[in-house]
């Protein structure tokens, strides 16, 4: 497992945009290109769902609610996964979590979160109309 650390949560009114970017943290000789990696988003009282993820390849992968207005993109050389949200919604908000597994290569839809092991800690995303 790899240690993870997201940030850049915040509030926010509709319309407006955010960027969530998730970094390695402690475990200086892992590679986030060995990594697929996905957002995923909770809101109190519901399980983890899905955001977007993008694979070894890079290839990505969004959600139905938010493809078009969210875009998620790794930098392998700084080990960071960033999250740019757009066009913000009052239903976005969330806390939102990173997580990586070395063991999915290629993705043709979004990882369930069963398959993935390391998460980070969160963080709020705040959307108000």
């Not at 009114?13 to 943290?25: I, K, P, Y």
């Amino acid at each position: 497992r790899v240690k993870l650390v997201e940030f850049g949560g915040g509030s926010v009114q509709a319309g407006g945009s955010l960027r969530l970017s998730c970094v390695l943290s402690g475990n200086t000789y892992s590679s986030f290109g060995g990594y697929c990696m996905e957002w995923f988003l909770q809101v109190p009282g519901k399980e983890r769902e899905g955001v977007a993820a993008i694979d070894l390849q890079g290839v990505t992968i969004y959600s139905n609610d938010v493809r078009g207005r969210f875009t998620i993109s790794k930098d392998n050389a700084l080990n960071a996964l960033h999250l740019q949200m757009n066009s913000l919604r009052p239903e976005d908000t969330a806390m939102y979590y990173c997580a990586a597994t070395p063991d999915i290569t290629g993705i043709a839809s979004l990882p369930r979160e069963r398959f993935f092991e390391s998460w980070g800690q969160g963080t709020q995303v705040n959307v108000s109309s």
